[in-house]
């Protein structure tokens, strides 16, 4: 079973459609996909109309939290979508990426940069704009080669020269209402020391103990001794172990199915969901 539970769409910060993701993640071979855009569950239903027979959808969601003045992601798997608390809070940290976005394009253009704020919706489109399609402005005028190289402190990295706060769901309250919306929860890339600060390993522990349900460990940011490192502390703390992609289209170089979940950690996480079951395909449109 080939299982990869961390994708973006164009609902939010993906370059696929919700249904060019799910035909592509059939095309890689993946029996299992999750759908997990920044903080809005917009284009489940769209992945849901376009599954292919053969593959299983886990509707999900990549919260934005911060702890400490880090900034942190959580992954939430199978909640119900619909849970006011849950849902108000979303609404909440989306509400604030586009004066977040504005006020990154002033930064810029105060350093020199010819970035526009026209440009940055186009290429955000309908979805959820963010970091990234900023990032993706600075690639399209040669400031930067890659969208990795503008999360740095010279850009778009927390405490960057560009870079701005928004509204972050505090890490232990995600964990509550995701519970509390009958989902599982997964820290997501908590090593990616690329992408500025990490949460430390003392505050992984007190997640654990408020009921996160477990960490991503194969990720594309992290490398072979972080990953040896995150495992052995998933052991300690009794975290399930997942891998992902975290795949962007072509936002990113990682592959769909590039890094993958244990088949019995998915059975765990299902087994652990209350608020909504995987979908599986009959076909598509």
């Not at 299982?3 to 799910?22: N, Q, Y």
């Not at 908590?190 to 949460?199: D, E, H, L, Q, W």
């Not at 390993?201 to 992290?222: C, K, Q, R, T, Y």
Request: net charge negative; with cysteine; glycine share 10%.
């Amino acid at each position: 079973m080939r299982i990869d539970l961390h994708t973006h769409s164009t609902a939010s910060d993906g370059t696929d459609t919700p249904a060019e993701l799910v035909r592509n993640a059939a095309a890689a071979g993946l029996d299992v996909v999750a759908l997990t855009d920044h903080d809005t569950t917009r284009g489940h239903a769209e992945a849901i109309a376009a599954l292919p027979a053969g593959l299983t959808l886990v509707t999900g969601a990549e919260l934005s939290c911060r702890i400490d003045g880090i900034s942190m992601h959580m992954l939430a798997y199978l909640f119900d979508p619909e849970e006011p608390e849950l849902l108000a809070e979303r609404e909440l940290v989306r509400d604030d990426r586009v004066p977040r976005a504005r006020g990154m394009v002033a930064k810029l253009q105060e350093l020199g940069v010819g970035i526009t704020w026209e440009q940055v919706m186009r290429i955000a489109g309908d979805g959820s704009v963010g970091r990234p399609h900023v990032a993706t402005a600075l690639v399209e005028l040669g400031v930067v080669p890659t969208v990795s190289d503008a999360f740095t402190q010279d850009w778009l990295a927390d405490g960057g020269r560009a870079h701005v706060e928004k509204h972050e769901t505090d890490p232990f309250e995600a964990i509550r209402l995701v519970k509390a919306a009958g989902g599982v929860s997964v820290f997501a890339h908590p090593g990616a020391s690329k992408r500025g600060y990490t949460v430390p390993e003392s505050a992984i522990a007190e997640m654990a103990a408020a009921g996160l349900d477990g960490i991503e460990v194969d990720h594309m940011d992290h490398d072979a001794e972080t990953r040896v490192r995150l495992r052995g502390l998933a052991a300690d703390l009794g975290l399930l172990v997942t891998g992902s992609s975290d795949y962007h289209g072509s936002r990113k170089t990682v592959t769909l199915g590039e890094y993958r979940t244990d088949p019995e950690v998915y059975g765990e996480i299902t087994r652990r969901a209350t608020g909504a079951f995987p979908v599986p395909g009959t076909g598509g449109a």
